[in-house]
Every structure is written in structure tokens, then in C-alpha cells.
């Protein structure tokens, strides 16, 4: 019998080009170098049922349903160190919509309310492989919705470099078998860390940060059931209209200029969050909301003051700008 190491599972992500339900990859794949490569959650896949009947005090082994069809599939990552511009400027891309990601990535608050149709190809969807050493057991989930992508700027953690987390969604049922499209070769050309980012400040003025996170939240819904690659039960497509959320938390020193965000936060104050180096990596959230102002006073370095917050914008404002060249 074989044994298996988790080293020698992959993960890789493409942009799919064929339309939305196609099951077979298409796009460039890039591999998404992980410490640990999760399983598809097939959980929500399968309807279950446990139907009661008369005749006798304990269910019968007919009596238990599982249906598979009209369920949905996810996929998490978590701690992925970014080390690829074109893949990171992917994830951002299938999170946000926005397709120039190349120069600055946008959302604003008029984002679009997107319809995804099976049999086409409008929206931002993803092929997610799990290449497995036994090798007719890989997975392949396509049409995949980035449904939230968190990115990450910890001192305290892999030297400081920037760091992604995340969740893939599909309405459609997952491929395992034998998938041999060989992924890109991902080269190592982003380092962008916390240490690179020598701009800092709060309302415009000038902090010194301990951390700072971001998490987009754009999800999608499945919608209607009909036969798609002979699977019944898939969907007729989704919407992806939902509320789009962008929250995270900044930690800075306190000092003569941080410590007044407790006023910032006790008005319900619009307040800009900027971290970045000017030129290759750059945060801002130009009208944030303080959702908390909690002081750390157990770190030994000093006091900091931790800031939960969530973005807002109105009409064509910018919930965030972000650029990763």
C-alpha cells in the first residue's frame, strides 16, 4: 500500500477562459506554493437526510438520503507568502472584478451587480487544481469564485512579507480524476513586505504601525438547478450582487498622533489609512470607519493601539486603491 506525504500535494490557480461550467482547465495555471494544500470542502456538495418512519424505533439504512446536486464546494487557503506579481495581481482580479490590476487595483461603491450564466463567459472565475501523488485522484473545481481574499502585513511573521488568505466558491461540481496540464513556472518577483513600506500614517498623519490586514468579501450565490456535463442539479449560473465588505485592523504605536483615533472612533470619523512604499505596494482607504480603539499594553515594546475598521464610500468614491507592482 502507498504512503503519501502532504508535500507532495499542489494547489494551482488559473483565470478560466472557457465559459462558466466547462469542466477542463483552461488559462495559465500558477503554482500556489503553500506550506499546506487543503482538500476541496465537499461537505455542502451532498443533500443528506435522515427520514423517520414507522415500523421501527431505529432508522434503516434506506432511511438515510444523499443526494448529490444543487450543493456548493469551497476551497481554503491560508498563509500563502506571495512571492509572484502576476498571480497576486490573479487573485486580486477574481476578488474584485477589476481586470487592470496590473496598474492599481479599484473598488468603489458603485461595484456592479454581476450576472454569471452558465455556457458564458462573463465575470472573473478561476479553474483551483489539487495535483495528488495518486494520481487519478486529483481534483479540478472549476468555475471557482474567489469569495474572499485577505492580505496581510505582520512584522512578526514570515520576515514581514505580504501574505494572502482565502476562499474559493463553486456551484458546480468538482473533477477527480487524472488532470495533467502542467502549471506556469512561477518565478520569485515579488518580495513586498511590511519593512518595505516606509509611508505610514492615519488621517494624513504620520504613524508607526505594528500590522496591518485587509479583507475583501465579495461573494456570489448559485442560482437555479438544471443538467450541466450530464450532472444534475448544477446551476444555471450565479449573482454576485451581495453586499461587498472591506474590513480589516491596524495596529500602531501610540503616540501624540494616534492616540486622538479614540476621538476618530467615539464620532463614527472618516479617517484614511495609507501604508505602502509609494511605489510598488500601496494601501489606501480613503474614508475608513473605526469599528473598536483597544489598547495593548502587554507588548514589551510599548503601547499600541489597535484599530478594527471596515471601508465606505459613496457613489464612484474608492472603498480602497491597492497597487502591487
Not at 72 to 101: I, K, R
Not at 181 to 196: I, L, M
Amino acid at each position: 500500500m502507498a504512503t503519501y506525504s502532504g508535500k507532495q500535494f499542489e494547489a494551482y490557480i488559473s483565470l478560466q477562459s472557457d465559459a462558466l461550467g466547462t469542466n477542463d482547465v483552461s488559462g495559465t495555471l500558477y503554482k500556489m506554493r503553500l506550506n499546506q494544500v487543503n482538500d476541496i470542502d465537499f461537505s455542502a456538495g451532498v443533500q443528506l437526510a435522515q427520514v423517520e418512519r414507522t415500523g421501527q424505533r431505529a432508522l434503516r439504512p434506506t432511511d438515510h438520503i444523499a443526494v448529490r446536486g444543487g450543493g456548493t464546494y469551497t476551497w481554503s487557503f491560508s498563509d500563502y507568502v506571495v512571492e509572484n506579481e502576476a498571480f497576486l495581481q490573479l487573485l486580486l482580479q477574481l476578488v474584485t472584478e477589476d481586470t487592470s490590476t496590473s496598474a492599481t487595483t479599484v473598488m468603489t461603491g458603485t461595484q456592479a451587480t454581476v450576472a454569471y450564466a452558465e455556457g458564458a463567459s462573463t465575470g472573473e472565475y478561476a479553474c483551483v487544481v489539487i495535483s495528488s501523488p495518486d494520481t487519478d485522484k486529483d481534483r479540478l473545481m472549476h468555475s471557482a469564485i474567489l469569495q474572499e481574499l485577505t492580505l496581510s502585513l505582520d512584522p512578526n511573521s514570515n520576515g514581514g512579507r505580504l501574505t494572502a488568505s482565502g476562499t474559493f466558491f463553486s456551484g458546480f461540481q468538482p473533477v477527480i480524476g487524472s488532470e495533467s496540464t502542467s502549471p506556469d513556472a512561477t518565478a520569485v518577483n515579488f518580495t513586498k513586505g511590511f519593512f518595505d513600506c516606509t509611508t505610514q500614517s492615519l488621517g494624513g498623519n504620520a504613524v508607526l504601525m505594528n500590522g496591518f490586514d485587509m479583507t475583501i468579501s465579495n461573494p456570489a450565490i448559485r442560482n437555479g438547478f438544471k443538467v450541466v456535463n450530464s450532472n444534475n442539479g448544477e446551476p444555471d449560473g450565479y449573482n454576485r450582487g451581495n453586499q461587498v465588505n472591506i474590513t480589516g485592523n491596524v495596529s500602531v504605536k501610540m503616540d501624540d498622533n494616534s492616540v486622538t483615533m479614540i476621538d476618530n472612533f467615539l464620532a463614527g470619523t472618516s479617517t484614511n489609512i495609507s501604508i505602502g512604499d509609494g511605489s510598488a505596494i500601496d494601501f489606501d482607504i480613503p474614508t475608513a470607519k473605526f469599528t473598536s480603539h483597544e489598547l495593548d499594553t502587554g507588548n514589551e515594546a510599548g503601547v499600541f493601539i489597535n484599530l478594527p475598521f471596515f471601508a465606505t464610500a459613496d457613489g464612484t468614491d474608492a472603498l480602497f486603491t491597492l497597487k502591487t507592482t
